[in-house]
């Protein structure tokens, strides 16, 4: 989240957004967010989560188109986070301010617990399971049509990380943007026909809890339309990116043994086949591109740890050189 963004955040505004949907301001607890200001707060016995999103992040119509599209899935049986409404019987609430506007949601929290590093890595069970709601969540997509064209979510093209590539990356990274170039080229050549629909776009153990065998997935705010391969693409890329080059047969060691566990739960739902299977390299370098990007957006590159400073050096040269941080697994 950008600085002048956190500015904007003050007291008056929690206080104004939690009373839409009931809340005191006493019972909100900070719980962080990258590009969400994301509280939670008891009722009757229950956790909920409280969502405040800048208008600079998203527009109001693709908050609700997002909001009917996790409604959707939750009615069709997928376990997700279901939206709430405010006193107004209303599920997307808007604040305006000088020059923006600030968007208000809430959901049900997610029973459970997260899954980190690395307790996640090699963990058969976990990956069956991303497979399987992921297999539910793109057989749904395929026949789901928003009910207001406004409410539509954008493309791939319009992420907005990939749009800023040279407003953060340095100009003289010549190499980067020229790969870029070409990679996105490569995808916008890509066959559409079943495989292309709405998805998740941000699937990785940050979001989804585990309670009881049972996972959860929430936080729909990358959600877009793409290609499918791209939903399956990103949760290997989190699933090995922290396994830096001095470790790359591990890397992808774990990449295919995700991969394998994943298939087996998404393919109860949706079959993929091996078109679909190659394209996953594209979409692991675009997802680079996206975290790439996202460090130099986010992080003071003059005070990073040694994981980050590596991580960044060898993702660049990844970036450059045009190749996925695993290669020869598919």
């Known amino acids: 989240m950008e600085q002048h963004i956190k500015e904007l955040m003050n007291e008056h505004i929690l206080e104004d957004a939690a009373k839409f949907f009931g809340i005191d301001l006493s019972d909100l607890k900070y719980i962080g967010g990258f590009q969400n200001f994301v509280y939670e ?3 009757k016995d229950k956790l909920y989560i409280l969502r405040i999103t800048h208008s600079s992040h998203r527009h109001s119509n693709h908050v609700c188109g997002e909001i009917e599209w996790v409604q959707y899935l ?3 049986g997928v376990s997700v986070s279901k939206p709430i409404a405010s006193k107004a019987d209303r599920y997307v609430e808007v604040l305006e301010l000088d020059n923006s506007y600030f968007i208000i949601t809430s959901f049900e929290k997610a029973p459970g617990k997260k899954i980190c590093y690395p307790e996640c890595m090699n963990n058969d069970p976990l ?3 991303c497979g399987e709601l992921t ?5 749904l997509s395929r026949t789901y049509v928003p009910s207001r064209k406004e409410f539509m979510s954008h493309d791939w093209t319009e992420n907005s990380y990939l749009k800023d590539i040279k407003k953060y990356i340095p100009s003289n990274q010549d190499r980067v943007f020229e790969s870029f170039k070409q990679l996105t080229s490569q995808i916008n050549n890509l066959k559409k026909e079943d495989k292309y629909g709405l ?3 941000d699937i990785n153990v940050g979001n989804f809890f585990i309670d009881h065998n049972k996972m959860t997935l929430f936080d729909f705010d990358e959600c877009q339309y793409s290609w499918y391969e791209e939903d399956i693409a990103i949760q290997i890329f989190y699933m090995v990116y922290v396994v830096l080059n001095d470790s790359i047969p591990e890397r992808n060691k774990q990449a295919r043994k995700f991969l394998k566990c994943f298939l087996k739960g998404y393919e109860r739902y949706r079959n993929i086949d ?4 190659n394209n996953l390299s594209l979409f692991l370098r675009l997802r680079e591109f996206i975290v790439y990007i996202g460090m130099y957006r986010s992080f003071d590159l ?4 040694d994981w980050t400073s590596t991580y960044i050096a060898e993702s660049q040269e990844r970036l450059e050189e045009g190749v996925p941080i695993v ?3 598919f």
């Open 127 to 129: 990956s069956e399971m």
């Open 199 to 201: 998805i998740h776009g």
């Open 302 to 305: 003059s005070n990073l740890d």
């Open 327 to 329: 290669e020869g697994i």
């Open 41 to 43: 707060y008891p009722k």
């Open 135 to 139: 297999g539910q969540i793109h057989k």
């Open 274 to 277: 091996d078109e679909s299977l």
């Open 74 to 76: 939750y009615n069709n």
